[in-house]
């Protein structure tokens, strides 16, 4: 379930200074650094006095504690740079550990002075940490961590008394045997206890199996972000209610999308949809909502992120929002174009054409027409989309996608009216459904899938695209969203960033392989105006790669969804 709770925090009290960040990470990294090589090369001879006032060897005790804490501090200084809030605590304890360990043990004040800076640096820069970890994940590990040690030292003190005089050479009391099965389920080894047989060598290591792997389950759980819960009924009906209410375009409905993800303004008068992958939040479109809770949505999502250690980046913005992604520090790049249809115009001018004008009197003169479909739909006539969806999935390189299209979905296609180019013996060769809508002046019209048969007469499509529009303006609709055409227009985009000159030229030289161009092509048949879309994220240019890939995740359709 969505926190939308956590989200009226304002990003502006989450410090962002990537480069204090880094600073502090590297120094707990260097300190990890020399603390290990403290241990190995310099002397503790001021140590030995120690060994008879303690249990365990002190001077080995005091080495293996260092060596630890070291490794520990290296491993702590990778979560850090994530700005994790317990990569935070657990290197402040670390580090205050450390000294009470070299001070204790009489370390000279020079070998202390870095840890202590290092300690000074963490306490000065603990704002910049704020990003939390799975609570859940961390109690589930502690509890299973403590009972496994548990176990282990039942099973070493057990152990030690019984492999005593044979296989040790020496007498354990049971005083003993506890002392010696800690220092082995830590790691902290005992010199003056040495195996001699081969049964005692195994049970030696396996305590210092056991240790570990208690210790390493410890620590990888320890640093695990908060995980995103499953979107709750009441969070669906209250995205629903915002969006049926301020939704301006019919891409709007793909904010009902299943595996959507809401984040609500404080004043729940606005929302982001969005969806999660890897540590990327990937939100469709801009906000929607009231102008009031627009503004503070932006906020909202952008410190649930933070909070989370999450990429924020909105798909598709609309040209009127980039200013307000540039206000919190988000890289802004092109995307492409979205062309939009005066129908109007269309059915007046473009459709008279001579290439459109052609297309549409060899389909009359063929007896071709359309047909339209309203829910509800038969089983036997949504069998027969199915069949001609599942031939158009059979050219190489279709494919189903989610997140921002359609799939075929029985439940979705039961909701909506269905436009479909009928031959003269009744046969249904293309199809395409209306995007149901979910605004109360959406503004504009859209066709989802658009599907085929593999024996399908040549421009069937725009056959089809123009007899809908044509319908579609008899009905008083005005514009027709024909949807993104993915990298076009960046040539002409002045003073292209980086990411944007990588795009240009992904579309100039990969359009073989993803027919970029092709598409532009199709739609620029029917003189749309183009808009242009944006991608907004918050990170480096090369996280934007990050980006893309969290968008193909999300877009995958499994067989689970896609019902018969």
Same mark, same amino acid.
């Given at each position: ?17 990537p ?19 403290q ?26 504690i ?19 809030l ?12 450390t000294?009470? #360990?070299?001070?204790?043990?009489? @370390?000279p /004040?020079?070998?202390?002075? %870095?840890? =202590?800076?290092? *300690?000074?640096?963490? &306490? ?8 939390r ?23 070493g ?14 007498e354990?009391?049971p ?28 049970? #030696?290591?396996?305590?210092?199996? @056991?240790? /570990?792997?208690?210790?390493? %389950?410890? =620590?990888?759980? *320890?640093?695990?972000? &908060? ?46 949809a969005y ?19 627009i ?6 999502f ?12 909105? /798909?598709?913005?609309?040209?009127g ?15 492409g ?16 054409s ?13 007896s ?21 969806s ?7 390189g ?21 436009f ?10 293309a ?29 069937s499509?725009d ?6 529009m ?8 005005t ?51 183009w808009e ?14 990050r ?18």
């Open positions: 379930m969505a926190q939308s709770h956590l989200r009226t925090q304002s990003t502006r009290t989450a410090p962002n200074s480069a204090a960040v880094r600073f502090v990470a590297a120094t707990v990294a260097l300190s990890g650094v020399m603390l290990l090589a241990t190995y090369l310099l002397r503790f001879g001021y140590l030995h006095r120690l060994d008879a006032l303690a249990p365990l060897s002190y001077l080995g005790m005091t080495r293996l260092r060596l630890s804490l070291g490794f520990a501090l290296l491993y702590v200084s990778l979560n850090l740079s994530r700005r994790r317990v990569a935070w605590v657990a290197a402040t304890l670390l580090a205050t550990t000294i009470i #360990v070299e001070v204790v043990a009489r @370390v /004040l020079p070998d202390m002075s %870095f840890m =202590a800076f290092t *300690l000074i640096i963490l &306490l000065l820069s603990a704002k910049q940490f704020y990003v970890s799975e609570p859940a994940n961390l109690r589930r590990a502690l509890l299973y961590s403590g009972i496994t040690l548990g176990i282990a030292l039942v099973y003190s057990i152990g030690f008394v019984l492999l005593d005089t044979r296989d040790f050479a020496r354990i009391t005083g003993q045997a506890v002392v010696s099965a800690v220092e082995q389920t830590f790691l902290l080894g005992n010199p003056e206890l040495i195996p001699r047989t081969r049964d005692a060598r195994w049970f #030696v290591d396996s305590l210092s199996l @056991v240790g /570990l792997l208690s210790l390493g %389950f410890v =620590a990888i759980n *320890l640093f695990r972000p &908060l995980r995103e819960g499953l979107t709750h009924p009441l969070e669906v009906r209250q995205a629903e209610r915002i969006i049926r209410k301020y939704g301006r375009s019919s891409q709007d409905y793909f904010k009902l999308w299943p595996a959507k993800r809401y984040s609500f303004a404080p004043q729940h008068d606005a929302v982001v969806g999660v992958h890897g540590q990327v939040a990937l939100a469709f479109e801009d906000p929607i909502g009231s102008a009031a809770g503004v503070t949505s932006y906020e909202a952008d410190s649930y992120c933070r909070l989370r250690g999450y990429i924020p980046a909105y /798909l598709n913005t609309w040209p929002h980039t200013a307000a992604y540039e206000a919190l520090g988000y890289r802004v790049v092109q995307i174009q979205t062309g939009l249809v005066n129908l109007e115009k269309f059915v007046t001018e473009t459709v008279k001579k290439a459109l004008a052609y297309v549409e009197r060899r389909f009359a003169r063929d071709y027409q359309l047909v339209t479909h309203k829910p509800p739909h038969t089983a036997q006539y949504l069998q027969e989309l199915r069949n001609i599942d031939d158009w999935l059979g050219i190489p279709r494919r189903e996608e989610g997140f921002s299209l359609g799939y075929f979905d029985r439940d979705y296609l039961g909701d909506c009216e269905v479909c180019l009928v031959s003269a013996d009744g046969r249904t060769v199809f395409a459904n209306l995007l149901p809508t979910v605004g109360p002046d959406h503004g504009d019209v859209s066709l989802d899938m658009m599907r085929h048969r593999l024996d399908a007469p040549n421009s499509m056959a089809l695209f123009i007899l809908t044509k319908e579609l303006h008899s009905r008083g609709h514009v027709f969203n024909l949807g993104l055409a993915a990298l076009s227009g960046l040539a002409l985009v002045p003073d292209k960033q980086l990411e944007e000159h990588v795009m240009a030229s992904m579309y100039e030289r990969f359009n073989q392989i993803f027919s970029f161009k092709g598409l532009r092509a199709f739609k620029e048949k029917f003189d749309p105006d242009p879309r944006f991608l907004a994220y918050r990170g480096l240019p090369t996280d934007l790669l980006v893309a890939l969290a968008y193909s995740a999300l877009s995958k359709v499994g067989p689970e969804s896609l019902q018969d």
